[in-house]
C-alpha cells in the first residue's frame, strides 16, 4: 500500500530544516546500509548522531504524531529516528530492499513501513523520483516539499540519477501495530470510510457497528 501523506511540515517547518542541513556535516550515505545496499547506494548523508540531525528528527516525529493520514496508514508501534540525504547531480540509489530489522540505541525496530519526507521541491531537481515496485508495476514518486509517501519495507525500490540540481529528504521505518501489509489497507480503508460517513452524514447509528469492527479487527491483528 502506497499512501501519501501530504503537508506533514509546514513550508516554515521545511525551510528551517532546510537551513539547519545547510550548516550540517555531509558523508557519505553508505555508512547506514547493508551488505547489499553499499554497493548501490550513491548519495551523502548526515550521521545519526549529528546534533542536526537529532534536532530535525524530533521536529519530524513530533509532526508525524498530529498527522491523521500518517497515523491512521502506518499504525505506528514505533518509528525509527528519521534520517537525512542528499542526492546531487549524477547521485543515485539502485534497487534494494530496506533492512528487516533496524537498530536504534539499545532497542530494535522491525521495518514494517518505509518512509521518505521530502525536503526539496520537485522544480529543484530534474531526475531523483523515488521508483518504488508493487503488484501494479512500478510507482514513480516526486512529491512537493513537506509530503511523506509511505510503502511497505518489503519493495524492491531505488532512486533514479539526478540529472540537474539537488534533492533533500528525510528518510525513516515504521514498526507498525499490524505487520501485515494486506491487513494494514483493510483497515486504512475502514478508517478513512468511517471518517468519511462521519463528515458526511454526522454521528449516525451506522456507525457504531463499523467503528465496533474497526477496533475489534485492531485487537485481533494488533501487536503492542
Same mark, same amino acid.
Not at 521536529?59 to 500518517?70: K, M, Q, S
Not at 540529472?163 to 533533500?168: A, F, K, N, P, V
Given at each position: 500500500?502506497?499512501?501519501? $501523506?501530504? $503537508?506533514?511540515?509546514?513550508?516554515?517547518?521545511?525551510? %528551517?530544516?532546510?537551513?539547519?542541513?545547510?550548516?550540517?556535516?555531509?558523508?557519505?550515505?553508505?555508512?547506514?546500509?547493508?551488505?547489499?545496499?553499499?554497493? $548501490?547506494?550513491? +548519495?551523502?548523508?548526515?550521521?545519526?548522531?549529528?546534533?542536526?540531525?537529532?534536532? @530535525?528528527?524530533?521536529?519530524?516525529?513530533?509532526?508525524?504524531?498530529?498527522?491523521? *493520514?500518517?497515523?491512521? #496508514?502506518?499504525?505506528?508501534? =514505533?518509528?525509527?529516528?528519521?534520517?537525512? +540525504?542528499?542526492?546531487?547531480?549524477?547521485?543515485?540509489?539502485?534497487?534494494?530492499?530496506?533492512?528487516?530489522?533496524?537498530?536504534?540505541? #539499545?532497542?530494535?525496530?522491525?521495518?514494517?513501513?518505509? #518512509?521518505?519526507?521530502?525536503?526539496?521541491?520537485?522544480?529543484?531537481?530534474?531526475?531523483?523520483?523515488?521508483? /518504488?515496485?508493487?503488484?501494479?508495476?512500478?510507482?514513480?514518486? =516526486?512529491?512537493?516539499?513537506?509530503?511523506?509517501?509511505?510503502?511497505?519495507? *518489503?519493495? @524492491?525500490?531505488?532512486?533514479?540519477? /539526478?540529472? %540537474?540540481?539537488?534533492?533533500?529528504?528525510?528518510?525513516?521505518? /515504521?514498526?507498525?501495530?499490524?505487520?501485515?501489509?494486506?491487513?494494514?489497507?483493510?483497515?486504512?480503508?475502514?478508517? /478513512?470510510?468511517?471518517?468519511? &460517513?462521519?463528515? #458526511?452524514?454526522?454521528?449516525?447509528?451506522?456507525?457504531?457497528?463499523? *467503528? +465496533? &469492527?474497526?477496533?475489534?479487527?485492531?485487537?485481533?491483528?494488533?501487536?503492542?
Amino acid at each position: 500500500m502506497l499512501v501519501r $501523506a501530504e $503537508a506533514v511540515l509546514s513550508a516554515d517547518q521545511v525551510a %528551517h530544516c532546510r537551513a539547519v542541513l545547510e550548516k550540517a556535516e555531509w558523508v557519505d550515505g553508505r555508512v547506514t546500509a547493508g551488505l547489499q545496499s553499499a554497493q $548501490a547506494k550513491h +548519495n551523502l548523508q548526515v550521521p545519526e548522531d549529528a546534533p542536526q540531525a537529532r534536532e @530535525l528528527a524530533e521536529i519530524i516525529l513530533r509532526a508525524l504524531g498530529r498527522d491523521a *493520514t500518517f497515523n491512521a #496508514a502506518a499504525l505506528p508501534l =514505533k518509528v525509527f529516528p528519521p534520517l537525512f +540525504n542528499r542526492y546531487d547531480a549524477g547521485m543515485h540509489f539502485e534497487a534494494h530492499v530496506d533492512n528487516a530489522i533496524r537498530y536504534a540505541g #539499545a532497542g530494535r525496530i522491525r521495518t514494517d513501513v518505509s #518512509a521518505t519526507l521530502f525536503l526539496s521541491s520537485p522544480d529543484e531537481y530534474d531526475g531523483g523520483e523515488l521508483v /518504488i515496485q508493487d503488484t501494479y508495476g512500478e510507482q514513480r514518486v =516526486k512529491l512537493a516539499a513537506g509530503d511523506v509517501i509511505l510503502y511497505p519495507a *518489503t519493495s @524492491l525500490h531505488r532512486v533514479e540519477p /539526478i540529472t %540537474h540540481g539537488s534533492r533533500w529528504a528525510s528518510f525513516f521505518w /515504521i514498526q507498525s501495530m499490524i505487520k501485515d501489509d494486506g491487513q494494514r489497507r483493510m483497515m486504512f480503508e475502514l478508517d /478513512i470510510a468511517i471518517q468519511e &460517513l462521519r463528515a #458526511a452524514h454526522g454521528e449516525i447509528a451506522q456507525l457504531l457497528p463499523l *467503528t +465496533n &469492527l474497526y477496533h475489534n479487527l485492531l485487537r485481533r491483528w494488533g501487536e503492542v
